[in-house]
């Protein structure tokens, strides 16, 4: 068995993008001045996928042991000595760091909940226009990524990761929990632009590319107009 792709997208959301151990919290996506992005997350097992493994003498049924719930990202150091000693790292201290992260994680998110449209559209519109300002000049159809000089794509790959993704996830929260604000019809693109922002993480995050990645919803820019 493998870790599925829709549970490797909710550890990746759920871990922000650093070590999920508390004394650690490593930066997982290291981003060089020349727009290298080098990728250390690995996905570690609580109880061992195998009965012989780390922590896998447990009543975990061997089908539930890819699953979410029993997956903790760490960088890899952490996951080293969490497999290497497993007798001073128990499945109760692994889990426990990551519920303390993903709390950590979302106060560092707290989102308001306000009160009208208008408030609503000033805390969207800022992220919505620097992501939109990014794509314009940085993105795979800009003026700059047609000039083998600009080296467009490292700058794209960099702001994808450092800008565009946590705003997209701030734009998300913010909707979801403001839902009340919204319309039917927006409501519809609310859904359309978080599937499109989970391809787009993957497509940047994984290491894999979908093809069918959908386009980002040309409606979410007169969202709350």
């Known amino acids: 068995m493998a870790i599925a ?6 550890l990746w959301a759920s871990s922000a993008g650093l070590c999920q151990n508390p004394a650690c919290r490593a930066d997982l996506f290291r981003v060089f001045a020349d ?20 922590r896998g003498n447990d009543q975990l049924p061997l089908s539930e042991r890819d699953e979410f719930e029993n997956v903790i990202v760490l960088c890899p150091s952490c996951h080293t000595l969490a497999d290497k000693a497993p007798q001073h790292y128990p499945s109760e201290l692994l889990r426990g760091w990551k519920r ?3 709390k ?14 208008l408030e609503l559209r000033s805390e969207v519109r800022p992220l919505l226009e620097r992501n939109k300002g990014i794509f314009e000049v940085y993105g795979p159809h800009s003026r ?15 702001l994808v990761l450092v800008e565009i993704l946590p705003n997209n996830k701030k734009i998300a929260t913010l ?19 978080v599937v499109h922002a989970e391809a787009l993480e993957y497509n940047h995050v994984s290491g894999d590319k979908n093809p069918a990645a959908p386009l980002f919803p040309n409606e979410m820019d007169s969202i709350l107009g």
């Open 144 to 158: 700059a990524s047609a000039n083998p000089l600009a080296d467009a794509a490292k700058q794209w790959r960099r």
């Open 104 to 117: 950590i994680i979302r106060r560092a998110l707290l989102i308001p909940i306000l009160k009208d449209r």
């Open 35 to 54: 727009g290298t992005i080098a990728s250390i997350d690995e996905l570690a097992h609580v109880i061992a996928q195998k009965s012989d493994g780390p």
């Open 5 to 10: 792709d829709r549970v490797k997208r909710q």
């Open 100 to 102: 303390t992260h993903e």
């Open 175 to 193: 909707l979801e929990i403001n839902r009340h604000l919204l319309k039917a019809e927006e409501l519809a693109t609310v859904r359309a632009f």
